[in-house]
């Protein structure tokens, strides 16, 4: 009873989160995620959202929902997930190989591959993203 309860109020949480933005976002959302045993937290400079890691990149996004489903767990287990979604472990990398990321979003896919030394080349049509990419 209490899981049910526990995730009941998690979802309703994060419904919440989607109507906020800036720095209350911020908040609300480092909140949610201690209360909620979640590894990612955000920080906010320049009008821009920015999550913290331990890989030592500067990760930035540009979307309230973008960070809420895609770096809650922490940019680590994003990088993690990227790897074994796309099968990176399948592929025989060279160094100095190019590499182009076609509808690149936020350029989430060189997270899978930055350990790598390879040439990366995010694209993307919408204006939102390619200003993500120019950021990240």
Do not use: P
Not at 98 to 112: M, N, Q, R, T
């Amino acid at each position: 009873m209490i899981k049910i309860i526990y995730k009941y109020f998690e979802s309703k949480h994060r419904r919440y989160l989607h109507s906020l933005e800036g720095k209350k976002f911020i908040n609300q959302f480092n909140l949610h995620c201690i209360l909620f045993r979640k590894k990612g937290r955000f920080a906010y400079k320049d009008n821009k959202y920015i999550v913290t890691n331990t890989l030592g990149l500067v990760w930035k996004f540009v979307g309230v929902a973008e960070g809420i489903y895609c770096y809650k767990d922490s940019l680590e287990t994003r990088k993690k997930k990227i790897y074994e979604k796309y099968l990176l472990e399948n592929i025989n990398f060279s160094n100095d190989d190019i590499v182009i990321d076609c509808g690149a979003h936020a350029g989430d896919f060189y997270l899978g591959i930055s350990d790598l030394d390879l040439n990366y080349y995010g694209f993307s049509r919408r204006k939102k993203y390619i200003y993500a990419l120019k950021i990240t």
